[in-house]
Structures are given as C-alpha cells and as structure tokens.
C-alpha cells in the first residue's frame, strides 16, 4: 500500500529565512505533484516532477525529487508572509492519476 | 474562460438522506476525480473517471456513486448520507492520466 508522509506537518518561520519540506512514499512512483492550499480555498497546482532528479522552480519554491529515495523536497528560499498556506505533495499510485496524498504542512511565516 | 466548477458550496443535510453534488468541466477533460478532504487525513480519492461511461472506485468509496454520461459532469451521489461523510468535497479534472489535476472550488457537506 502507498503511503504518503510530510514533515514538517507545521511549520512556523521568519520572513527572510530558509526551509525545506519533506515528502517520503513507500513503494515505487517517477511521478510527484506539489500544491498549495489557502484557508478555505481550492488546491492550487504548483509543481509536477517527472522523473528522477526532476527540479522545478517558481519564485521562491524549488522541488525536486529523487526517486531512488523515495524523497521529494519543497525548498523555500528567503520567505515572506504571502507563502503561508498549506502545502501538499501527492504521488501517482500505478500512474494512472490514482494520486495519494500527503497531510500537508501548514505553513506560517511571520514578519 | 475554461473551468471547473461545483455545486452546491454548501449544503446541509439529514442523516440517512441521498444527496447528489455536482461537478462541471469546460476544459474537455477525459479524467475527472471527486476527493474528500478531513482534517488529519489531507485528500482522499473516493471514486474516479478516465471517460464516458467509465468509473473507478477509489480509496474511499463506500457509500458513494458516479456516473460518467458526457465528458463534462461527474455527479457525485451520497446514497443514504451518513455523519462521518461529514466533510469538504473536491472535484479535479485533467487532460490525461498523468497530468496537473486541476481542482473545483469544493462543496462542504454537513451531515447532521
């Protein structure tokens, strides 16, 4: 069965600073997707990683992964208050759109 | 412009009543998916279509039904609704299997 993890589930941080999220998967996927969630709102598509070693990056959000690992990461460079939302990777079961979620991590930046 | 949308936004209903939530697509998308999301579980798929006349159970079907008779709707039914379908409902579509899912403005459900 695939199971989806993120850490951190919360996380609170200062503008300005750096951080990653991670997201581990239990059993073979070449196929990642990152959103972003605000409160109360849709899920917003951010990224898609296609392969091994994929990276994509959009302002201050780089993710990549590495499927040997099993591991993608969301790195957040320099944050500020507008990036505060949840974050979700989700992985593609039998690469079919059978996607599997994360729990997300709530992100808060503060000034 | 091309969208997805769902309706209702928000409902309140009755234990043991069937309720139907409606999902609608102007992109032309084969693939359409209907998501629940709970606090401390994130998203879970609940049922899944690849076309017309197809439908695919997901993780979390029981107690739910779809059916697939054009390209843009993927009615979600709730056949006796139950208190622990509590919860906010996504709809997603995509152009292929493996492509960005792009997702409804979502439906809260409350089931009292």
């Known amino acids: 069965e695939l199971k989806v993890e993120q850490n951190p589930l919360f996380l609170s941080m200062q503008e300005g600073k750096n951080y990653t999220i991670y997201c581990n998967y239990s059993?073979?996927?070449?196929?990642l997707y990152w959103y972003r969630q605000d409160p109360g709102k849709s899920l917003e598509s951010l990224f898609v990683?296609?392969?091994?070693?994929a990276v994509k990056q959009e302002g201050r959000l780089m993710a990549s992964l590495d499927t040997k690992a099993r591991l993608s990461t969301l790195h957040i460079t320099a944050a500020v208050h507008d990036l505060s939302a949840t974050y979700f990777c989700?992985?593609?079961?039998?690469?079919?759109?059978?996607?599997?979620f994360g729990k997300g991590t709530k992100l808060s930046v503060k000034p | 412009d091309a969208e997805i949308t769902q309706s209702p936004r928000h409902k309140i209903t009755e234990t043991g009543r069937q309720v139907t939530l409606a999902c609608h697509q102007t992109?032309?998308?084969?693939?359409m998916f209907w998501y629940r999301q709970d606090l401390g579980h994130g998203l879970r798929l609940i049922h899944y279509?690849?076309?017309?006349?197809?439908?695919n159970k997901g993780e979390v079907s029981d107690g739910y039904s779809v059916s697939r008779s054009n390209t843009e709707d993927l009615p979600l039914t709730l056949e006796s609704a139950a208190s622990s379908q509590t919860s906010v409902y996504f709809c997603?579509?995509?152009?292929?299997?493996?492509?960005?899912?792009?997702f409804g403005p979502g439906t809260r459900l409350l089931v009292l």
């Open positions: 990683l296609l392969s091994n070693g």
């Open positions: 992109w032309n998308h084969n693939n």
């Open positions: 059993t073979t996927s070449d196929r």
């Open positions: 997603a579509s995509s152009r292929g299997p493996q492509e960005t899912q792009y």
């Open positions: 989700a992985v593609d079961k039998g690469s079919q759109g059978n996607l599997i």
């Open positions: 279509s690849y076309g017309v006349q197809d439908t």
